[in-house]
């Protein structure tokens, strides 16, 4: 190093600023740095809340969808007026000929004042179902009444009343099963 | 809190720093203190001396300089040669001071960090966004100016050895 050098480096390096400046400073400094709020962490609230309204929203989605698919299966078949292929009004007796249907079809919640006139075989969303003719004792609508086992995917289908094309069609669900009772005017029944 | 670097140091080493680029005490102060209060609250007990030496920087760049940005040609490094002062005496820190304050402040700046913080012109280029060439041009430049400022003082004050 130089002398020059050496000087430069010595005069630099005998100034400093006074302990009550570097203070002041410092403490300024202190007063002036956010304290760690919600606002740290606000990236991360925003990014949860995101995550979590989208899959909110995704499962919302995905609900209406399955309902959607379910009521428009069920007011096509509906629609069909296919003949019951075993005629009884009595649902014992409808079970016990239904023998490859292994849960129950007969439920407290299917609507009074329906008399069974019989039913057959048939499926919902792939899944083996009972369908019933009902007529209303009062009214003489004739109705369907489509009831199966309560797959881990119909689970998800919420209890909806929607017309569609004339067809109104009812969904609710027991412990067991999925019921949807479809006619072509507005049922009475409320649940 | 821990600090990355005690924060006295960082204050005392920027002081430094800024008044190599300002060269007034007074001026140093404002620049140091507004440095800190933007790195400060940014960096917390992260700041190093690295990034406060930028933060002043980039303070000093907008408040004293934004219009006045000189622009210096590339130096050809072949004709830097290392510089002396040939005197018997000894340079007064009131003499120096005065030769600083005869330099613009990017040869301040340069001669600074180069002489005091150790830092090689190829470094000083990247922090300050300069071509080495230009950064061996201010120290060249600075310290010639400072031998013929220092030489011219003491030569005033010691005629019969002029």
Request: with cysteine; charged share 25%.
């Given at each position: 190093?130089?002398?020059l ?13 006074s302990q009550?400046?570097?203070?002041a400073?410092l ?5 002036k ?10 990236p ?9 309204g989208?899959?909110f929203?995704n499962n919302y ?5 399955l ?20 005629t009884?009004s ?7 000929k ?7 079809i ?13 039913g ?8 083996l ?6 007529k209303h ?20 289908v919420k209890?909806?009343?929607i ?9 609710w669900?027991?412990?067991?099963c ?13 649940y | ?5 005690d ?5 005392q ?8 680029l300002v060269?007034?005490?007074?001026d140093a102060?404002?620049?140091v ?18 990034l406060?030496?930028t ?5 000093y760049?907008?408040?004293?300089r934004?219009?006045?940005l000189?622009v210096?040609?590339?130096f ?8 002396e ?21 990017n ?7 180069n ?7 190829q ?6 966004d ?14 010639r ?6 030489t011219?003082?003491i ?8």
């Open positions: 190093m130089s002398n050098d050496k000087h430069i480096k010595q005069h630099y390096q005998s100034k400093a600023l009550s400046k570097v203070d400073i403490t300024e400094g202190n007063e740095r956010p304290t760690r709020s919600w606002r740290s962490f606000s991360l609230v925003a990014a949860a809340l995101l995550i979590i989208f899959v929203f989605q995905a609900q209406n969808l309902n959607q698919r379910v009521i428009t299966e069920i007011a096509m078949n509906h629609s069909k007026q296919l003949d019951a292929e075993i009884t009595d649902y014992d007796d409808l079970q016990t239904l023998n490859r249907v292994d849960f129950p007969y439920s407290e919640t299917i609507p009074e004042n329906h008399q069974l006139l019989g057959r075989y048939c499926s919902i969303q792939g899944e179902a009972a369908q019933l003719k009902l004792k009062k009214t003489g609508d004739v109705k369907t009444l489509y009831v199966t086992r309560l797959t881990p995917t119909l689970k998800n209890n909806q009343t017309t569609q094309n004339s067809i109104t069609t009812q969904l669900k027991t412990s067991d999925l019921f949807a009772l479809a006619s072509k005017t507005p049922t009475e029944t409320t | 809190m821990t600090y990355t670097q924060p006295q140091h960082i204050l080493s920027g002081y430094r720093y800024a008044l190599s060269h007034q005490a007074l102060e404002d620049l203190h507004d440095a800190w209060l933007k790195a400060y609250p940014k960096y917390g007990t992260k700041l190093t001396q690295s406060f030496f933060t002043i920087r980039n303070v760049i907008d408040q004293y934004r219009n006045q000189a210096f040609e590339a050809d490094e072949e004709t830097y040669k290392e510089i002062i040939d005197t018997k005496h000894d340079i007064s820190s009131e003499d120096l001071d005065q030769a600083l304050a005869k330099l613009n402040s040869e301040r700046e340069a001669i600074f960090l002489i005091v913080e150790g830092y090689s012109t470094e000083i280029a990247d922090k300050t300069r071509s080495r060439n230009t950064v061996l041009s201010h120290i060249h430049r600075g310290k100016k400072l031998v013929h400022t220092l011219a003082l030569n005033r004050r010691n005629p019969l050895q002029g």
